[in-house]
């Protein structure tokens, strides 16, 4: 995997991270009404234009990417610099407009949050922004829904011609027809439309998966947003008793809730998991080096846990760095590990190494990297502090 792809898998994660909402049971249903060929909806009517705009018309001969985004999301953010570099790029052949969509659904939606994401990245940020009503949602239903698609971001390209030439997420170099090729085609008038319909109909297919899996899991998370452990636990088997494929993938949502119910019995359920995974018996679960790994980051992110489970982290990480010794996320887990200790000195060194894999790995969004070096000053302010 490149360091983009590596970047936006994270990022993209957070931005499907599923919360208690739920949408829609219909809309995972719903066929696609715009499609790769068709002309595009207008761009309007917006909330607001907030840097630019307003773009009243799609100009014969000239190209436009209408990218749709929300502040919360890590893999939109990561999107901005490509963007902005193209917009540069294409100057007076490419319009990049962004548009602010879902924003309610983590916080409220405010059109001045998003300026100030704006004004704060600057160049990097350095195209046309508006943002839909957020109770309306003119712009999501005539564009997202109608095309088919849900996740976030997602880029159209609009042709020479008028017309759409290709949807799809734009970091998504393991996309059969990716977007950046897709823009070149647009730019130089051939684009290959047999291609984006394909891209186009992965996406939905996607969709349709992600939908119905997030109405399916809604109810679990939701009693992990309330803190309800034993709803967490009493969810998980509803859901594997319904679907026994997902027994692997709720491992960690179970340990991370057992952990707050019964510690003891909790360990002892991660130790069975790793030892199952090593043997080969746990159907889809990942390798005994990755299982150590997904128990110790489990166990790492859980507060007001006892120190015996700290250590217990530690051991599960280090087991599984020497499995992969430049794993970025274990060697953050286990700063994290040893900070909960108390461990300060190690604590540092661990978030160092992590922060020195990430430049090793190379293009790391800005507000990663910020994150990164914040975790690491805390550290060392409480360890000058002690």
């Not at 002309?39 to 014969?60: C, D």
């Not at 570099?85 to 052949?93: P, Q, S, T, V």
């Not at 692997?248 to 809730?257: I, T």
């Not at 043997?279 to 299982?291: K, L």
């Amino acid at each position: 995997m490149d360091a983009r792809s590596l970047w936006y898998a994270l990022g993209l994660a957070a931005c499907l991270a599923l919360s208690g909402w739920a949408p829609p049971a219909a809309a995972a249903a719903a066929a696609p009404t715009f499609v790769v060929g068709d002309s595009p909806p207008a761009l309007a009517p917006m909330a607001a234009w907030i840097k630019g705009g307003p773009v009243v018309e799609f100009r014969p001969g000239h190209v436009y990417v209408v990218k749709f985004f929300a502040t919360w999301c890590g893999a939109s953010r990561e999107s901005m610099a490509q963007l902005s570099e193209l917009a540069r790029r294409h100057a007076g052949r490419l319009t990049v407009v962004g548009v602010n969509v879902r924003e309610a659904e983590h916080g409220e939606a405010d059109a001045g949050a998003v300026a100030d994401l704006v004004e704060r990245r600057g160049d990097q940020m350095d195209y046309i922004v508006a943002m839909d009503d957020p109770e309306r949602k003119t712009m999501f239903e005539a564009w997202m829904s109608a095309a088919g698609t849900y996740a976030i971001p997602t880029a159209f390209i609009i042709g020479r011609d008028g017309r759409l030439a290709y949807v799809g997420f734009p970091l998504d170099q393991q996309a059969s027809y990716t977007f950046e090729q897709a823009l070149e085609d647009a730019l130089a008038g051939t684009s290959d439309l047999a291609a984006a319909r394909s891209v186009q109909a992965q996406v939905n297919e996607q969709t349709r998966w992600y939908l119905k899996d997030r109405a399916l899991l809604a109810p679990l998370h939701q009693a992990r947003d309330r803190g309800d452990h034993r709803g967490v636990l009493a969810e998980a088997d509803r859901i594997v008793a319904h679907d026994s494929r997902y027994e692997a993938r709720l491992f960690a949502e179970r340990l991370a809730a057992m952990l707050h119910v019964d510690e003891g019995e909790a360990l002892a359920f991660a130790d069975r998991h790793v030892r199952q995974a090593r043997a080969g018996e746990i159907a889809d679960a990942a390798p005994a080096p990755r299982a150590s790994g997904t128990v110790g980051r489990t166990i790492a992110r859980e507060q007001g846990l006892s120190g015996q489970a700290y250590e217990r982290a530690v051991d599960y990480l280090q087991a599984s760095l020497a499995g992969d010794p430049d794993g970025m996320l274990d060697w953050l887990a286990l700063a994290q590990a040893r900070y909960r200790l108390g461990d300060l000195d190690r604590a540092i060194a661990a978030q160092e190494r992590a922060i020195e894999l990430g430049r090793e790995i190379g293009e790391m969004p800005a507000e990663t990297a910020e994150e990164l070096e914040r975790t690491l000053a805390h550290y060392r302010r409480e360890g000058r502090e002690r």
